[in-house]
C-alpha cells in the first residue's frame, strides 16, 4: 500500500496530497516537494526530443534511505506522485502502473465534472 | 580524541612502499645532498610511489615478532592491530639501499671493499632478521663504460658481492655526473621491483598461516590475514588482487559471531574494509560497484544498534559512513567521474546530516542532565588502544560477557558525558552545507531549499537566531510561490520563534501578519494568539513568548523585549511590503472606469479583506498615486484608540469586506496622461506609538496566488458594477486609468483660394469660429508643415517654407499671436504665407490651443483644451515650356 499519494499542478503546486493517518505529514510533503525537482528534469530532458511516444509513467525517480517515489507526468502537466515503503518489496513494477492508471481515471473523471474550475484544490471525501 | 567511526590517518593515505637510503651525510657532503634532493624533491606522479627515508646506517629497526610455527594455543585478542599499518608504512622498510663511495679504479680496493661489506653487515644486523632486501649503490666519479667492456669493473663488482653476500643484481653504479636525475630514476625503478618482490614475499608468508588456522577459535585471525595480505598487494600497488583479498577480509568480518561486546570492534573494522573497498574500486573506475558495496553495508548494519544506552554512537558511526562515502565520492568526481542528478555524493551528505541529527536527539534522550565524568576515568586509554574498535577498558578481551558489569557502566557512563560535551549543531551543518553545494551543482533547487530549511533548523537549535531567521527567510518566497501552504507554515512558525528570542520587531511582524493569513495552516486557537500578540506589540507591551523554545532562550527574549518597551522610546516605524507575504488583510483598489474625462471627478474604490480571526482595527490609511499632489485625497484617519470596539470606517470585522470611496479632480497637468495607484498605505498600531505600516504597491489584489491565467476562465466583473455583493476572490484590481483631454469645440478652417504656384508665395487664412457656449481665452494657433517619412527620406533640404509675413524670414512652423479671448460665436482670421519649391501636395497641420473655465463638482477651473486640423495644398508648376523641333532646315 501507498504510503502517500500526491496530484500536483501543472504550476507546481499540489491539488492533493494524502497522507497515512499516523505519518509525518510534513515529512511527506517535503518528499512529495523535493521529488519535483528530478520531475521537471525528465520533462525538460524528454521535450527535447521528439514527442512523439512519449511515456507518461517515469518510474523510480530517485530511492531515498527509507522510500520509493514514483512518477507519473500527464499531458497536460498535471503530475501523480506515489511514495511507498522500501520495506514493501512485494509489490511489482505493474501494480504501481495500474494505481497510476486508476488515479489518472479518477482525475479524469473529475475535471469533467462541470463544477469544478481548473487550479482549484481538489477535495474528496 | 579519535571517536567511533574517525579513520585512521594510515588508512586514508595511498600506499607507497618504503625504500631507506642509508650512508648519505647530507650535512657534510654537498654531492650527496644532490643525490638525496634527486630522490626526495619533485615526486611527481609518473614516478614511481615509493616513499624515501633517509636513516643513519645502524639505525634500529623494530624487531621481527617471533614467527609462529603452531596457532594451537594461540588465542586472537583483536581483530587489526592499530600499529600494524603504521609499521609498514614508516617503519619496516622493503628495501635498504647502502650508500657507498667507491670507483672501480679505487687505489685501496681491498680495504675499501671489506669497509663496504662491514657496513652491510651492521645493516643487515640492525634488521633482526627480516626479509627486507639490501643493495648497495657505489657512488662514483666517472661514468660507467658500457658493459663488457670494463673488465675491471665486471671482476671487481664480482668481488664486491661475494664480499657484502649480495647477489649480482642488488650492486648498482651512482655516476656523480650532469645526468644524475636519470640515473635516479633508473635506481628508483629498481628499488621499485626489489620492493615489490619483498611484498610479494611477506603476503606469501602470511598466505601460508592459513593451513594452521581453523574456524572457531581462529575467526579473527581470518580477517586480520586477509586483511594483512590485501594491504600488502596495495604496497605492490597491484590493487586489483588487493580489492580481492579486501572483499575476501570482507566477508570473514561478517562470519563473526557478533555480541553487544564485540560489535563496535567489528564495526570499526568492517567500516574501514569498506573504506578500503569503496576507494579501490572508484580507482578502478567502477563506481557502481562501489556504491552497490557501500548499500549493502549499510544495509547490513543499518539494524545493530547495540547497547541502547549509547545508541547515539550508532548513529554518529553511521553518519561517519555517509560523510565518508559521499568524500570519496566528490574525489572520484574530481577525478573525472561523472555523476547524474539522482546519484551524486549530495545524498549521502544529506544522510550523514539526517544521521548526525538524530544523534543529536538521542543524546538529548538518552544522556541525563547532571552526569558526571567517572573517576576511574574508563576512556583513559583510548588514544593508545592496541587493536582499533576496542573498548579501552576492556581491551583484548574476547568473550561472550563483560569480565566486570561495575566497568562496563562507568564505561558507558563516561561516553554519555563525554557526548553530551560535543556541540551537535555544528556537525550538522557543515554537512549541511556540502549536500547544498551538492544539489545545487547538480540542478536540484528543492532539495536544495528543504536542506536550507534545515540548517535553518539546526542553527535554531545551535541558537544562532539571527542566522536561522536570514536562512528561513531566503527560502520563503519560494514556497510561497509554489503554493505549498503546510511547509510554508512550519516555516514561519519557526521563523516566528527566531524573531520573538531576539527580537528582530520587523521580522516578528511580519511573520506574525502571514500566519494570520488565509492560507496558513495554523489552528484557529494558533491565530488569535498571535493576533493578541500583535496587539500587545503596538501598545507597547511586551508579547508572550512561543511554545517550544528553549527556556533560558526565552528568559533572554523576555529580557530584551522589556528594555526596549520600558525605555519609552517607541521602537521606529517599520513598513512591511506586503505585495511579497499573504498577510490576513488584503487590499483590492480600481479606478471605477478605464478612463475619464477630464472635466469628471475620478473615482477610486478601495477594499480591504480581513482573514484575521478577531477584529482589527488600523489607524490610517492612505493611497499614493503617481502623481503625489492626490495623496491628500486618499487619506482615511481613525482616531478612536486601537482597541475601541466602536465600529467605524477603519474597523475590520473578520470575514468583511471595507470600501472606501475616494473622488477628485484632475489637474491640468495629467490631462492626456495615465494616472495610476503608487501604492496602498495602512498603518496598524496608534500613530504617535509604535506602529507598523503595510504597504501595497499598485493597487494591492493577490499577485502570489492568482498571478496565472486562471482568472482568464473566471467572468469579469465590470467595474462599475457593485462591488458588495461581488466575492472578494473575483473582484479585479485596476490600477491604472487614462484621463482624456476635453474635447475641444472649436470650429477651424484653412481657406485657400485655388492651386498653388511653385515659388509663389501663397496666402493661407485660418479661421477660427468659437462655437462653445463660454467664452474662451489664451487662444494659441499654430502652422506647421506635415513631412511625410518619405520625403524626409528623399529631400535632404526642405522644400516649404512658412512665412508669417512677406518680409519676415522664414521658418517651420508658425505661431500666430496670441488671443486674448474669444467671445462665442466669434471669428478670427489669421493669414499666412507658405512658399513651395517642388510640386506636389503638402499637408498642413493647423493646432489651435485655448483655456476654458468648466464647472467640475461646483468649482469653477480653467480647462485646456486643444483642436488639430490637417489640410492639404496642391502646388503646381505655373508654366510648362515644351520645345520641339519642327524643321531642321534652314532655308
Known amino acids: 500500500m501507498a504510503v502517500c499519494v500526491a496530484v500536483i499542478a501543472k504550476e507546481n503546486y499540489p491539488l492533493y496530497i494524502k497522507t497515512l493517518p499516523n505519518e509525518n505529514e510534513l515529512k511527506f510533503h517535503y518528499t512529495v516537494h523535493t521529488s519535483l525537482d528530478v520531475i521537471e528534469e525528465r520533462i525538460h530532458s524528454v521535450s527535447k526530443n521528439t514527442n512523439d511516444l512519449r511515456e507518461l509513467y517515469l518510474g523510480l525517480l530517485y530511492p531515498t534511505e527509507d522510500y520509493k517515489v514514483y512518477g507519473y507526468v500527464t499531458n497536460s502537466r498535471i503530475k501523480f506522485i506515489i511514495v511507498i515503503e522500501s520495506t514493501n518489496a512485494t509489490i511489482r513494477d505493474n501494480e504501481i502502473r495500474s494505481m497510476f492508471r486508476k488515479l489518472h481515471n479518477a482525475y479524469t473523471d473529475m475535471v469533467c465534472n462541470p463544477f469544478y474550475t481548473n487550479g482549484d484544490i481538489i477535495e474528496s471525501t | 580524541m579519535v571517536s567511533v567511526g574517525d579513520l585512521p590517518e594510515e588508512l586514508i593515505a595511498r600506499p607507497q612502499a618504503l625504500v631507506v637510503l642509508t650512508g648519505i651525510d647530507i650535512v657534510h657532503n654537498a654531492e650527496h645532498l644532490r643525490i638525496w634532493d634527486a630522490f626526495s624533491n619533485n615526486r611527481r606522479p609518473d614516478r614511481v610511489p615509493i616513499q624515501f627515508k633517509m636513516l643513519p646506517g645502524d639505525h634500529d629497526y623494530l624487531k621481527l615478532k617471533q614467527k609462529k610455527t603452531a596457532y594451537d594455543w594461540v588465542i586472537p585478542k583483536g581483530i587489526l592491530k592499530t600499529n600494524w599499518m603504521r609499521k609498514h608504512l614508516h617503519d619496516v622498510p622493503a628495501v635498504v639501499v647502502v650508500f657507498f663511495e667507491l670507483d672501480w679504479d679505487e687505489q685501496l680496493w681491498n680495504e675499501r671493499k671489506q669497509a663496504c661489506a662491514t657496513f652491510v653487515e651492521v645493516v643487515r644486523t640492525a634488521l633482526h632478521g627480516r626479509q627486507t632486501r639490501a643493495a648497495v649503490v657505489l657512488i662514483q666519479k666517472n661514468a660507467p663504460l658500457p658493459p663488457g ?36 630514476i633508473r635506481l628508483e625503478n629498481a628499488f621499485y621491483e626489489l620492493a615489490q618482490a619483498y611484498y610479494h614475499h611477506e603476503s606469501r608468508v602470511v598466505k601460508a598461516h592459513r593451513d594452521h588456522l581453523n574456524k572457531t577459535t581462529h575467526a579473527l585471525l581470518f580477517v586480520r590475514h586477509q586483511f594483512k595480505v590485501a594491504f600488502y598487494n596495495e604496497l605492490k600497488q597491484d590493487s586489483h588482487t588487493a580489492l580481492k583479498h579486501y572483499r575476501q577480509a570482507y566477508l570473514h568480518l561478517h562470519e563473526l559471531r557478533i555480541t553487544d561486546y564485540n560489535l563496535l570492534e567489528i564495526k570499526t573494522n568492517s567500516c574501514i574494509v569498506n573504506f578500503k573497498i569503496c576507494k579501490l574500486c572508484f580507482e578502478h573506475n567502477t563506481p557502481l560497484d562501489a556504491i552497490s558495496q557501500f548499500r549493502r553495508h549499510v544495509d547490513i548494519y543499518k539494524s545493530k544498534i547495540g547497547t541502547a544506552d549509547l545508541a547515539f554512537e550508532h548513529s554518529a558511526w553511521m553518519s561517519k559512513q555517509f560523510a565518508v562515502f559521499g568524500d570519496l565520492f566528490e574525489e572520484a568526481i574530481r577525478a573525472g567521474l561523472t555523476a547524474i542528478q539522482t546519484q551524486h555524493p549530495g545524498f549521502y551528505y544529506q544522510e550523514a546530516a539526517r544521521y548526525a541529527i538524530a544523534r543529536k536527539q538521542l543524546c538529548r534522550g538518552l544522556c541525563p542532565a547532571e552526569l558526571k565524568y567517572p573517576a576511574s576515568d574508563p576512556l583513559a586509554e583510548a588514544d593508545k588502544m592496541e587493536y582499533y574498535g576496542q573498548r579501552p577498558w576492556r581491551q583484548g578481551h574476547q568473550s561472550l560477557e563483560a569480565p566486570s558489569v561495575q566497568k562496563e557502566r562507568e564505561g558507558i557512563q563516561a561516553l554519555q558525558y563525554r557526548e553530551c560535551q560535543v556541540d551537535h549543531s555544528w556537525l550538522v551543518i557543515p554537512l549541511l552545507s556540502s549536500a ?11 532539495m536544495k531549499r528543504y536542506l536550507v530549511v534545515q540548517m535553518g533548523e539546526e542553527y535554531y537549535h545551535a541558537k544562532d537566531y539571527s542566522k536561522a531567521l536570514a536562512l528561513l527567510g531566503r527560502v520563503t518566497w519560494e514556497y510561497r510561490s509554489e503554493r505549498w501552504w503546510s511547509i510554508l507554515t512550519n516555516i514561519l512558525q519557526l521563523s516566528l520563534r527566531c524573531a520573538y528570542l531576539v527580537m528582530s520587531f520587523e521580522e516578528y511582524v511580519t511573520v506574525s501578519i502571514e500566519l494570520m493569513g488565509r492560507y496558513a495552516q495554523v489552528p484557529r486557537e494558533e491565530k488569535i494568539r498571535i493576533q493578541m500578540n500583535l496587539h500587545k506589540i503596538f501598545q507597547d507591551e511586551v508579547p508572550e513568548p512561543e511554545h517550544g523554545c528553549e527556556h533560558d532562550s526565552v528568559e533572554k527574549g523576555r529580557a530584551l523585549w522589556t528594555t526596549i518597551s520600558a ?16 498577510a490576513f488583510v488584503e487590499c483590492k483598489a480600481c479606478f471605477t472606469a478605464d478612463s475619464f474625462l477630464c472635466e469628471s471627478p475620478v473615482t477610486v474604490k478601495l477594499g480591504l479583506h480581513s482573514f484575521a480571526p478577531m ?29 475601541d470596539p466602536i465600529e467605524s470606517t477603519s474597523y475590520l470585522k473578520p470575514g468583511q469586506t471595507l470600501w472606501h470611496t475616494f473622488q477628485f479632480i484632475v489637474e491640468q497637468d495629467d490631462v492626456d496622461c495615465n494616472l495610476s495607484i503608487a501604492g496602498v498605505d495602512l498603518v496598524l498600531g496608534s500613530l504617535e506609538g509604535c506602529c507598523a505600516t503595510l504597504r501595497w504597491t499598485d493597487g494591492g489584489g493577490d499577485a502570489i496566488v492568482h498571478p496565472f491565467a486562471t482568472q482568464v476562465h473566471r467572468k469579469k466583473v465590470a467595474l462599475n458594477a457593485d462591488f458588495s455583493v461581488v466575492s472578494w476572490d473575483v473582484l479585479p484590481s485596476n490600477y491604472s486609468t487614462h484621463i482624456s483631454p476635453r474635447e475641444a469645440n472649436l470650429d477651424v478652417q484653412l481657406l485657400q483660394k485655388g492651386p498653388a504656384l511653385v515659388n509663389e508665395f501663397y496666402l493661407m487664412t485660418v479661421s ?118 519642327t524643321n531642321m532646315k534652314v532655308c
Not at chain 2, 162 to 182: I, M, Y
Not at chain 2, 616 to 636: D, K, M, P, T, W
Open chain 2, 149 to 184: 667492456e670494463d673488465v675491471v669493473a665486471a671482476d671487481r663488482a664480482t668481488q664486491l658481492c661475494n664480499a657484502c653476500e649480495l647477489s649480482a643484481k642488488a650492486l648498482f653504479v651512482l655516476p656523480n655526473s650532469d645526468h644524475l636525475l636519470g640515473y635516479v
Open chain 2, 567 to 582: 525605555g519609552g522610546k517607541s521602537r521606529s516605524p517599520i513598513v512591511v511590503e506586503m505585495n511579497s507575504i499573504t
Open chain 2, 615 to 643: 477584529p482589527i482595527r488600523f489607524s490610517q490609511l492612505s493611497v499614493r498615486f503617481s502623481n503625489e499632489a492626490y495623496n491628500q485625497f486618499g487619506i482615511v484617519v481613525d482616531e478612536n484608540a486601537v482597541d
Open chain 2, 768 to 885: 477660427i469660429t468659437n462655437t462653445e457656449v463660454a467664452q474662451i481665452s489664451n487662444v494659441r494657433t499654430s502652422i506647421s508643415v506635415v513631412t511625410a517619412v518619405a520625403d524626409a527620406v528623399a529631400t535632404a533640404q526642405p522644400n516649404t517654407f512658412l512665412y508669417e509675413d512677406i518680409d519676415l524670414p522664414c521658418s517651420q512652423l508658425i505661431s500666430m499671436p496670441l488671443l486674448e479671448e474669444l467671445k462665442p460665436n466669434q471669428k478670427v482670421d489669421n493669414v499666412a504665407y507658405v512658399r513651395c519649391v517642388d510640386s506636389g501636395a503638402r499637408l498642413m497641420c493647423i493646432q489651435v490651443s485655448y483655456q476654458i473655465p468648466i464647472d467640475i463638482s461646483g468649482k469653477m477651473s480653467m480647462c485646456n483644451c486643444m483642436k488639430e486640423i490637417t489640410s492639404s495644398i496642391e502646388v503646381c508648376e505655373p508654366f510648362n515650356i515644351t520645345v520641339s523641333l
Open chain 2, 436 to 446: 547544498i553545494a551538492q544539489f545545487k551543482k547538480y540542478k536540484s533547487p528543492r
